[in-house]
């Protein structure tokens, strides 16, 4: 049973655009939430998270925003630059745990120029 | 960028031989984990430690042992390969529990023929 889900396996946005993508958990003891990066042959790369007790975290082009009664973040991404092209896994972390982080399947996001 | 290596970065075997993948780091983090990517799956952990000697499973950890004898090195046996255990294998590391980021290796493809 999936506990972290990202339903959209593939996305496609113009360059330029803004890139939206989402994420929904089940586990009600998860108090932290990531996103990834991975280009082909490497491993992922730390993005941006974000504390259960916020609802928004803003880094440069990236923002996450987290709807702890929907179980539900996503990922806005603004503007959306070729280099953006990638594969991004949302992941959780359960409060007080040390087993690491539970990861959806990912979304592969294609930016057209 | 974090000092992990993971060593094959490639390797091709045959069912029923025993393979072992090496991750070694270099910045002293007590926490170590082996993570298996697949399509369709995400990213899946194996199994992860909590310090030399010290290790527990995870969500997929049939067919897998681990060993860890010293803080920088986190060892992943197949003791029997088999076909399904064909996968990319990601190491991670972490500085200490309640640093929820998790750092990743490059990855070990391993083909079971």
């Known amino acids: 049973d999936q506990q972290v889900k990202q339903n959209s396996p593939s996305l496609s946005v113009q360059e330029g655009r803004i890139s939206i993508l989402n994420c929904d958990y089940t586990?009600?003891?998860?108090?932290?939430f990531l996103w990834y990066k991975k280009y082909p042959a490497e491993g992922p790369t730390f993005l941006i998270s974000?504390?259960?007790?916020?609802d928004k975290n803003e880094d440069g082009r990236f923002t996450v925003f987290l709807n702890k009664s929907a179980k539900h973040l996503s990922l806005h991404i603004v503007p959306s630059q070729p280099g953006d092209s990638a594969v991004y896994f949302c992941?959780?972390?359960?409060?007080?745990?040390?087993?690491?982080?539970?990861f959806g399947k990912g979304t592969h996001l294609i930016i057209q120029p | 960028d974090a000092g992990i290596t993971q060593s094959p970065r490639h390797k091709v075997t045959e069912t029923g031989t025993p393979v072992t993948l090496r991750c070694h780091q270099t910045?002293?983090?007590?926490?170590m984990y082996w993570y298996r990517q697949d399509p369709g799956h995400g990213l899946r952990l194996i199994h992860y430690?909590?310090?030399?000697?010290?290790?527990d499973k995870g969500e997929v950890s049939d067919g897998y042992s681990v060993s860890r004898s010293k803080t920088e090195d986190f060892l992943l046996t197949l003791e029997s390969a088999t076909s399904s255990q064909t996968s990319v294998y990601f190491c991670?590391?972490?500085?200490?529990?309640?640093?929820?980021?998790?750092?990743f290796g490059s990855g070990t493809q391993l083909s079971v023929l």
């Open positions: 991670a590391i972490s500085e200490r529990q309640g640093k929820e980021k998790l750092f």
């Open positions: 586990n009600s003891m998860f108090d932290y």
């Open positions: 974000i504390s259960s007790i916020k």
């Open positions: 992941a959780a972390k359960r409060g007080g745990g040390a087993d690491g982080l539970t």
């Open positions: 910045e002293n983090h007590r926490y």
């Open positions: 430690s909590y310090g030399v000697k010290d290790t």
